[in-house]
């Protein structure tokens, strides 16, 4: 009945419905003929792998440079920055777009161009540009060249190889797309609550691709919960580039503080508990609720700001808040306890009934009309005698001071709100030790 719930859920809730392939496939379809038939272009990334979740917002696109232009710009591509040929590409797709009635948003980045179509620009082309190697991997398929960083390099890539290995595990496993896009469902709705924590999806689908690599039987169910139970093991980079074996596709986890990982790691716990209640439950509906739970990412009584109507900014406009707390002992032994701040003691309180008070040390200065609203979340172990909290407050936290009372990992989020939109976001993390 697991299996079979999942699958449905699955399907129903995260594969992308017919209507959005068609779009795809349209604008696809309609780019290939603008850049003509002597053009080189495919498709690359989740969507053409089927691990994409919907809604779809964007598809991959490498445009083989042609060697017309290595040789016209006489072009090294380890010094070649590719700003100028993709502004004129940028300009002729503007001008080819205008031909046939339309006006899609058209810019030239540093590593690619982005085609932004739709009344609110939800949805994009992204053409890479990329020079062909001479190297070949085991499919007979190019190794390419595409540009990454700031400044720009350009590296070894193998797109193609991806997309065959995809093809491939799929075929020996029917689970490899489903599993895939449950946990970047997951992903999707963790991050809605912290964007600031990002597992990249490219990442997510080959950790559910080396698990099922070595473990081939496992089924939809099995497969997700193999991802939980594995997920912490996965936080430090390991998995190595299919073009470039020096290179890791997960070496972006060293930039993820060690608080934020255990932060993962503590949510994957929650998973694996929901799951051990869907395998004690023999009620169909009971099984579909835990199912929503998990693909959720969240716990009993959670509350989400976006669920008050409140929508995040891009999170490269999203201010970063900085929560700070000081740390009191019990009243009738203040005397005997010095005071401290939190960010000087490295997140770690010991001892229960220790009071703390949070509070906002940036900005300065509030924006007119702006609101602080506050959520205090504990990570615990046993639900049948601790609370897990994850209220939202306004203007402090709900208990203030907070008293430490429960071991273990534990955060405070505080949000920067006006008119329905949180425009900076600050997180606090405290390990209690009793």
């Known amino acids: 009945m697991i299996e079979e719930l999942l699958s449905q859920y699955i399907k129903k809730t995260?594969?992308?419905?017919?209507?959005?392939?068609?779009?795809?496939?349209?604008?696809?379809?309609q780019l290939q003929k603008i850049f003509g038939d002597s053009a080189e272009i495919f498709q690359i990334g989740?969507?053409?792998?089927?691990?994409?979740?919907k809604p779809i917002h964007d598809l991959d696109v490498v445009w083989v440079l042609p060697d017309e232009v290595r040789i016209k710009k006489a072009i090294n591509p380890e010094n070649f920055t590719a700003s100028g040929v993709l502004e004129e590409l940028a300009q002729q797709l503007e001008n080819e777009y205008k031909k046939i009635g339309e006006r899609p948003s058209i810019e030239a980045q540093t590593h690619s161009v982005v085609i932004r179509f739709g009344k609110n620009l939800d949805f994009s082309i992204d053409v890479v540009p990329a020079f062909k190697t001479k190297e070949k991997n085991e499919f007979g398929s190019f190794i390419y060249l595409v540009p990454e960083g700031d400044p720009v390099r350009w590296i070894k890539s193998d797109p193609l190889g991806y997309i065959e290995v995809a093809k491939k595990l799929n075929e020996k496993n029917n689970s490899f797309r489903k599993i895939t896009k449950f946990v970047k469902g997951w992903e999707k709705s963790r991050r809605k609550n912290y964007p600031l924590i990002e597992l990249k999806s490219f990442h997510l689908e080959n950790i559910v691709s080396d698990l099922l690599q070595k473990n081939p039987d496992l089924n939809c169910y099995e497969g997700i919960k193999k991802f939980y139970q594995s997920l912490?093991?996965?936080?430090i980079p390991q998995l190595r580039d299919r073009a470039d074996g020096t290179r890791f596709i997960d070496d972006y986890l060293k930039d993820i503080d060690a608080f934020d990982k255990r932060e993962i790691a503590e949510l994957a716990l929650l998973a694996q508990r929901t799951i051990s209640e869907i395998e004690s439950s023999s009620e169909k509906e009971d099984v579909i609720k835990l199912s929503e739970r998990l693909a959720d990412a969240s716990d009993f009584g959670e509350e989400f700001i976006q669920k008050q109507g409140i929508a995040f900014v891009h999170k490269k406009d999203l201010l970063k808040l900085r929560v700070d707390g000081r740390v009191t002992g019990e009243e009738r032994k203040r005397g005997s306890f010095r005071e401290y701040l939190l960010k000087n003691a490295e997140n770690r309180v010991r001892g229960l009934g220790r009071k703390i008070h949070y509070y906002l040390s940036n900005p300065r200065n509030i924006p007119d009309g702006a609101v602080l609203k506050w959520k205090v979340k504990n990570r615990i172990s046993d639900y049948a005698k601790e609370h897990p909290r994850g209220?939202?407050?306004?203007?402090?936290?709900?208990?203030?001071?907070?008293?430490?009372?429960?071991?273990?990992?534990?955060?405070?989020?505080c949000y920067l709100v006006k008119d329905s939109k949180v425009l900076g976001i600050g997180r606090q993390y405290l390990i209690i030790e009793l």
Do not use: M
């Open 14 to 29: 995260l594969s992308p419905e017919r209507k959005e392939r068609e779009n795809v496939s349209a604008r696809y379809e």
């Open 46 to 53: 989740s969507y053409v792998r089927f691990t994409a979740i």
């Open 232 to 235: 912490s093991a996965y936080l």
């Open 391 to 413: 209220e939202i407050s306004n203007h402090a936290t709900k208990n203030d001071p907070e008293v430490t009372a429960f071991r273990g990992q534990h955060y405070v989020d």
